[in-house]
């Protein structure tokens, strides 16, 4: 039977070599008026990698752009959840993303080993694993299996060469994480046991170093050599990037910059350096492309970065050799410990996912929880930062602030006292049983309603009647129709 790093490489090898490309959103900014700025620059890219869109809208991508190699960006799918099998969408997810890919002919499917919605909670942007070996084992497994269900699809639709490799990509630290393993040790343990490959986001790798190994190593240039030399850089297949930002005022006056990954934000100098070092490692072996990651971007913006990131990489080759040189530490060569994610990991996991929810949403204190003994590593403030003031931020204005979308009750419920606190002490108050495929706004409407419910039924019948007319004019533009199968 072929090993997972022989299956990877076979895959692999049938992906042509990309370039340097963008990582791109089909609506924001308008993607064809992208295509035409950088035209007019003289800078088109060399492959596309598209976001998560509409069928129909990814087709006319295909046909607008018949020349330009694609790749596609997932979303929806949490591969590091352990209860992703129990009652979950997963079928469903899985048929939308192979028709996504199918529609574009995209090489690889990248998603963020990360998740939006963990142990019965739901969030509105990623928050990283549990860095713990269970984690990584489980992670993997779901990893083989979305392999699989791919790979399913497309024989049944007569092509079963065509299939995309998956890719997991490094997930960005918003102020901390947890778990006793090094980040770069959890995804050798994953690899190990899947035949992914891997995105490299440099600028996750920062806030790796700034929220989780500084205490360790006090320059980000050591961080970045031990990091690269414990990494499987053989199975990265794309590198990102993209902009970083702080997202308070307040955090302006901290020494180090407080930044989070910010797609619309500059790319930083320091990641241009961490380009270059990257590049400069004897394992980049299976590097298809090098992609600045540009959605909610001002196409001014994105035109200059480009032009900056291909004068960068003139005349250098993106891709070492494949070869291993005598000695060489090569840790994707090492055979599985057999551990699938099936077995007596998995009720202990789903625990402490389940605790991570409480933490992170100030349910419950990190000291008490079954988190505490994996816990070392973090930062007390940025956990705090994250639950007291990104959190809050996060539930209320993002994808439509509240204050807006349902104006009178909002008016209302402040003046009897209620807050947006309230309302996010609500949305966490208990887990509950993910049915549907993950839409933030969906998810959003559905807490308010309850929440208003809850405490003010007297404003329940309007606030529930807005809710459906936002819900209807959110599927219309974002939702699309499947086909039953005959």
Known sequence: MMSGHESFMQRAARIPLRGIGLSVDVYDPDLLELHRALDRAGARPDYLEIFKART?????????????????????????????????????????????????????????????QFGGYSFGTYLPPLFLEAAAEVTAANAVRFQGHLDEWYAEQGCPDAAPLVLLELPPLIFFAFGDLPVAE??????????????????????????RERRRCRTLEAFAADFFDAFPLDRVVQIHLAGLAPTDPEDSAEALPVWVDAHAAPVPEVLFDLLRMVLACPDLTSLKGIALEVDTKAIPLIVEEFRRLRSELAGRSICSPATVKPGQKNLCLAKSDGLSGE???????????????????????????????FAEEVETAGLARYTTRYLPRELVTWGGDLKELFPRAWRELEARGLTGGDFVRSWFREPRLVTEAYDYFYVKLERWVAFVGEVAPDLLEETAREAVVLRALHAKLNDETVESKA
């Not at 469903?92 to 990248?110: L, M, S, Y």
């Not at 959890?186 to 929220?211: E, I, K, Q, S």
């Not at 409480?358 to 990190?366: K, M």
């Open 186 to 211: 959890f995804f050798t343990r994953l690899v190990r046991a899947a035949p992914c490959g891997l995105v490299l986001d440099l600028g996750h790798l920062w806030t790796v170093w700034r929220y």
């Open 56 to 116: 129909p809208d990814l087709a006319r991508m295909r046909e607008a752009l018949p020349d330009t190699p694609l790749a596609y960006h997932a979303e929806g799918l949490w591969l590091i959840d352990p209860d992703v099998r129990a009652g979950d969408p997963w079928s469903t997810v899985v048929e939308t993303i192979a028709r996504h890919t199918k529609a574009i002919g995209a090489d690889w499917v990248n998603h963020e080993c990360a998740a939006k």
């Open 343 to 373: 077995g007596r990991h998995e009720e202990r996991l789903a625990d402490l996912y389940r605790a991570y929810g409480r933490v992170v949403s100030g349910q419950e204190a990190l000291p008490t929880s079954t988190l505490a003994p």
